[in-house]
Antibody, heavy 118, light 108 residues
Framework: QVQLVESGGGVVQPGRSLRVSCAAS????????MHWVRQAPGKGLEWVAL????????YYADSVKGRFTISRDNSKSTLYLQMNSLRAEDTAVYSC???????????WGQGTLVTVSS | SSELTQDPAVSVALGQTVRITCQGD??????ASWYQQKPGQAPVLVVY???SRPSGIPDRFSGSSSGNTASLTITGAQAEDEADYHC???????????FGGGTRLTVL
């Protein structure tokens, strides 16, 4: 079955960097655009970034543009989010999701918690 | 701030019909999608496009749209429908995604 499993979360100090990953299985990863979405504790969903199926196009939320970089390795069926210059307000569960077309996200992974704190 | 606006909370009596709305300028040109999220779980797509449901989603879930407002209707709400519901769509620039703030549905 289609599965997305995130990893790499943890506690990081403000200003530092962290990379989270999303391992995909059960579908042809290289055929789908992918998203990162985050959810701060007790808050709603916030879209973070989108990458096209081949990695040639990338889009970012204004809140992370210039600090975060989305990338993918289709040979490993893995999606990445490199997060630099982290801030306290970046604290959230980061989830990856497959784009089934027209920016409809399905399915989602369970997410990995990133806590930015000194 | 979100470009899509949802009511923070809605309640419905068991077996009754409830409509959850999502408002935003981008909805004049693009359909909304709807996601159900239960506590501690990942969001699940329940309605997308004009009014389509992924495999496995009960037909009591339906979507509609008028002007700048998209709606998710649950006809005959069940106890297991108690959850947070999030809408999303393209933003005004067209190639980014925006989510509403989410609506917490309580089934009484």
């Amino acid at each position: 079955q289609v599965q997305l499993v995130e990893s790499g979360g943890g506690v990081v100090q403000p200003g530092r960097s962290l990379r989270v990953s999303c391992a995909a299985s059960g579908f042809t990863f290289s055929s789908y655009a992918m998203h990162w979405v985050r959810q701060a504790p007790g808050k709603g969903l916030e879209w973070v970034a989108l990458i096209s199926y081949d990695g040639s196009n990338k889009y970012y939320a204004d809140s992370v543009k210039g600090r975060f970089t989305i990338s993918r390795d289709n040979s490993k069926s893995t999606l990445y989010l490199q997060m630099n210059s982290l801030r306290a307000e970046d604290t959230a569960v980061y989830s990856c999701a497959r784009d089934r077309g027209m920016l409809d996200l399905d399915p989602w992974g369970q997410g990995t918690l990133v806590t930015v704190s000194s | 701030s979100s470009e899509l606006t949802q009511d923070p909370a809605v309640s419905v009596a068991l077996g009754q019909t409830v409509r959850i709305t999502c408002q935003g300028d981008s909805l004049k040109s693009h359909y909304a999608s709807w996601y159900q999220q239960k506590p501690g779980q990942a969001p699940v797509l329940v309605v997308y496009g004009k009014n389509s449901r992924p495999s496995g989603i009960p037909d009591r879930f339906s979507g509609s749209s008028s002007g700048n407002t998209a709606s998710l209707t649950i006809t005959g709400a069940q106890a297991e429908d108690e959850a947070d519901y999030h809408c999303n769509s393209r933003d005004s620039r067209g190639n980014r995604v925006v989510f509403g703030g989410g609506t917490r549905l309580t089934v009484l």
